[in-house]
């Protein structure tokens, strides 16, 4: 059955870096767009990142373009998202999440708190 699985998420100073990792099981990983979601507390979850099924497009939040780098290893069945210039309204539950075919598959989610 499909499986995702995200990590690498903590506690992190403004300014600071992360790099999340999803890890991707049970499907044609190469076959799929895989993309990275985010909810805050008491606000809607919002998409950040998607990355075509080979990774050659991409396309970002305008809220994190510039500083955050979404990216895959398909020989892994891996996608990383690669957060630079961390700021507080960062702070948030990040969930990776793929369609396959017609259904949606979610991960358990990864916290990151942006906090001095």
């Known amino acids: 059955q499909v499986q995702i699985v995200e990590s690498g998420g903590g506690l992190v100073q403004p300014g600071g870096s992360l790099r999340l990792s999803c890890a991707a099981s049970?499907?044609?990983?190469?076959?799929?767009?895989m993309y990275w979601y985010r909810q805050a507390p008491e606000k809607e979850r919002e998409l950040v990142a998607y990355?075509?099924?080979?990774?050659?497009?991409?396309t970002y939040a305008d809220s994190v373009k510039g500083r955050f780098t979404i990216s895959r290893d398909n020989a892994k069945n891996t996608v990383y998202l690669q957060m630079n210039s961390l700021k507080p309204e960062d702070t948030a539950v990040y969930y990776c999440?793929?369609?396959?075919?017609?259904?949606?598959?979610w991960g358990q989610g990864t916290q990151v708190t942006v906090s001095s």
């Open positions: 999440t793929t369609r396959v075919r017609g259904a949606d598959y």
């Open positions: 049970g499907f044609t990983f190469s076959s799929y767009v």
């Open positions: 990355i075509s099924n080979v990774g050659v497009r991409t």
